[in-house]
């Protein structure tokens, strides 16, 4: 017998559970694409897509995944046998190094704790041990989905300064944007990148860059320049047709507008953001009150490090895969596997379209399975993360 045939749920990092709202807007007849209602949602969205990076700066998109967001900053500021200095930290920066080499840049790692975010320190010592035009971009990760670390950006940013580099600071908020707080002026990014599926609520199709002044000024006259990801044109006249390099992505393009328009119904970044610290809290307290020898243990050890978007959950003695298959199978709900090992990680989504039923929802069902498999369990985790909702619900 199965217990999954009601709604499903989906509590992984991405793709993110996405609005009735969303959905319905998506399901609308192919307009012109030349003149009339898509031209100005297309307006709208990109009018508003840069108080979702809290940028002053240009925000563009690609029809692709995050990795899309990738090839655009690179194609755009960089040139063959340009060093970039890749802040390491869980999987996703190696992966974006290793696009880069393929496009003829050399990389140097700067590799972190294995289990929390790279220390500022270590980029300004390792930045003023070279020429102040050594490299010509340091890239790091807001959060890396794999092993649920949040790197203060902040201060790397800070760091980078400090340090008199002149490299680019590039960002990926693939998983981060509209979750975890993020002030790309502020910080001093010069390029953010992120993708529609998982804070934003848009199903996978888009991938997202802002970019300042002066990372496009670097990049006049660059050798990985593209046609496809030239930006040029996409920042030129406001043809619909030239910011997509083609055909628009329609369906995608109201879905945008929806997605926008709820966070902010919400009101605003702010209040997505105080939601989703919340919820992160209540899976942490939950993870925290499983936790138990033979059982099951957060990846992150400092909580400053944690990422309000997902967990990454051990599990050094349980098969974390076990897990999964009584979750889904039995119950209905899909959890990450783990990126780097699947045995003996998992990871949970909290991003995006979700509330304190769903969160609790998920977290019941994880903790019904590890009563089935009998696994070594401190406390109930469902009563820890109700406790931390309780307290946050308003009067």
């Known amino acids: 017998m199965s217990l999954r045939f009601g709604r499903p749920l989906v509590a992984i990092p991405g793709p ?12 609308t007849p192919m307009p012109n694409i030349y003149a009339g209602e898509l031209v100005d949602i297309t307006e709208e969205v990109f009018v508003r897509l840069p108080s979702v990076a809290r940028t002053s700066g240009h925000a563009l998109a690609a029809i692709g995944n995050g990795h899309s967001g990738w090839e655009m900053a690179a194609a755009n500021t960089l040139n063959r046998r340009d060093k970039v200095l890749v802040v390491e930290t869980g999987r996703f920066p190696e992966v974006w ?17 294995e289990r929390s975010a790279i220390d500022p320190a270590l980029v300004q010592a390792r930045l003023e041990a070279g020429p102040a035009d050594e490299f010509a971009a340091v890239i790091a990760v807001q959060v890396d989905t794999a092993i649920s670390v949040r790197n203060d950006i902040a201060a790397l940013g800070a760091a ?31 390029i953010t990148i992120a993708a529609s599926q998982k804070g934003l609520m848009v199903p996978p199709g888009l991938g997202l860059v802002w970019v ?35 055909t628009p992505p329609i369906s995608h393009l109201y879905a945008m507008r929806e997605a926008l328009r709820m966070i902010e ?6 209040a997505v ?28 050890t400092e909580p400053a490090d944690r990422a309000n978007c997902v967990t990454t959950v051990m599990t050094p003695d349980v098969d974390a895969r076990e897990i999964a298959r ?18 003996r990680t998992f990871r949970i989504g909290h991003m995006g379209h979700l509330n304190p039923p769903s969160i609790l ?20 985790g469902v009563a820890a993360a109700a406790e931390v909702i309780g307290a946050a619900l308003p009067d």
């Open 97 to 113: 190094g290793r696009f880069l080499t393929v496009s003829g840049v050399e990389i140097e790692s700067l590799v972190g704790p």
């Open 212 to 246: 300042n002044d002066r990372a496009i000024e670097r990049g006049e006259g660059n050798d990985l320049r593209t046609g496809y990801f030239d930006w040029t044109p996409r920042l030129g006249p406001d043809a619909i047709y030239q910011r997509f390099s083609g």
């Open 326 to 343: 009584h979750c889904e199978e039995g119950a209905g709900l899909t959890i990450g596997l783990g990126v780097m090992d699947h045995e």
């Open 160 to 190: 980078i300064k400090a340090s008199g580099s002149t490299a680019l600071f590039m960002v990926d908020c693939i998983a981060s944007l509209g979750c975890d707080a993020f002030e790309m002026d502020e910080w001093g990014v010069d």
């Open 16 to 27: 993110s559970i996405m609005p009735e709202r969303v959905l319905a807007a998506m399901r």
């Open 265 to 270: 119904e919400e009101g605003g970044l702010d």
């Open 273 to 300: 953001w105080a939601r989703h610290a919340v919820l992160a809290d209540a899976v942490r307290a939950a993870v925290e009150a499983w936790s138990a020898p033979g059982g099951l243990e957060l990846y992150i």
């Open 361 to 380: 929802g998920a977290l019941g069902t994880i903790e019904s399975a590890l009563h089935r498999m009998r696994v070594p369990m401190g406390g109930s």
